[in-house]
């Protein structure tokens, strides 16, 4: 079943993509939340029409996305946390990448990294999608906190 996605659906797709779902998941979930809509002709050449226009403005919003990017890459990440050793109490995941990189004034939604739950102490990357096109890897550090 062909569908076509009216907002992003992680594993699936990015707003305005038309994929191929298996027919109960568009019929049953996709298509009720309004996560997407049929792939019939008229819609393909509605969201055809739309994509031109939105050309222009996509342009913009990448060079900021790649702008950002760069800004991003050159920061370098530190996260302190309570540990015996190497191993933490507790861990550290997405929520608190987001957090440091807030410290660091760069507001990013959490759902937009991925890094996998750490409970180690040592350097790791963390995916970071600032947009559809845009996708980097930001190296963090992982420290003990000094009593």
Do not use: C, W
């Amino acid at each position: 079943m062909e569908i076509i996605l009216k907002k992003d659906v992680q594993n699936v797709g990015f707003k305005d993509d038309v994929v191929s779902v298996k027919a109960g998941y568009g019929r049953n979930f996709l298509i009720p939340q309004g996560f997407a809509q049929l792939a019939t002709p008229s819609a393909k050449k509605v969201l055809a029409e739309n994509l031109k226009q939105k050309a222009h403005k996509e342009a913009k919003i990448i060079g900021d996305a790649k702008a950002l990017a760069e800004t991003l890459k050159a920061l370098e990440i530190k996260i302190a946390a309570k540990a015996g050793g190497e191993k933490l109490f507790g861990s550290i995941t997405n929520s608190d990448i987001a957090e440091a990189l807030e410290k660091a004034g760069h507001v990013i939604d959490r759902k937009f990294i991925t890094s996998g739950i750490v409970k180690r102490t040592g350097k790791y990357a963390a995916t970071i999608r600032l947009h559809r096109d845009v996708v980097i890897d930001l190296p963090y550090e992982i420290v003990a906190e000094k009593a």
